[in-house]
């Protein structure tokens, strides 16, 4: 089993900055791809970005390109999602997921191709 625990969530101005962490309970980067995705109240999950196992291939929803930025440490078993230019509608409860796969380059972007997913971390931001 993989345990995923995201972490760093929390309440800024519009413009500002967060960094999200998501620590596996195991060397889950190994043939795992990973994502984060968000849901703010009334609304489906959502895409936010991914990255492939081997690391090299990273995906990223239109909303958040040139703001988000996922990255992985496989010395820690955590992926980041850093996020900066913070807006309101960037409001919502942040996931982490993982997904076992054969492909080290293949990106993940649909949320019901992941099994694995963390409990999720609050993103507020003020206007």
């Known amino acids: 089993q993989v345990q995923l625990v995201e972490s760093g969530g929390g309440t800024v101005q519009a413009g500002g900055s967060l960094k999200l962490s998501c620590a596996a309970s195991?060397?889950?980067?190994?043939?795992?791809?990973m994502g984060w995705f968000r849901q703010a109240p009334g609304k489906e999950r959502e895409f936010v970005a991914a990255i492939s196992w081997s690391g090299s291939n990273t995906d990223y929803a239109d909303s958040v390109k040139g703001r988000f930025t996922i990255s992985g440490d496989n010395a820690k078993n955590t992926v980041y999602l850093q996020m900066n230019g913070l807006k309101p509608e960037d409001t919502a409860v942040y996931y982490c997921?993982?997904?076992?796969?054969?492909?080290?380059?293949?990106?993940?972007?649909?949320?019901?191709?992941?099994?694995?997913w963390g409990q999720g971390t609050q993103v507020t931001v003020s206007s």
């Open positions: 997921a993982a997904e076992r796969v054969s492909n080290p380059l293949v990106k993940l972007t649909t949320p019901g191709l992941y099994d694995y």
């Open positions: 195991r060397r889950t980067f190994s043939n795992f791809a």
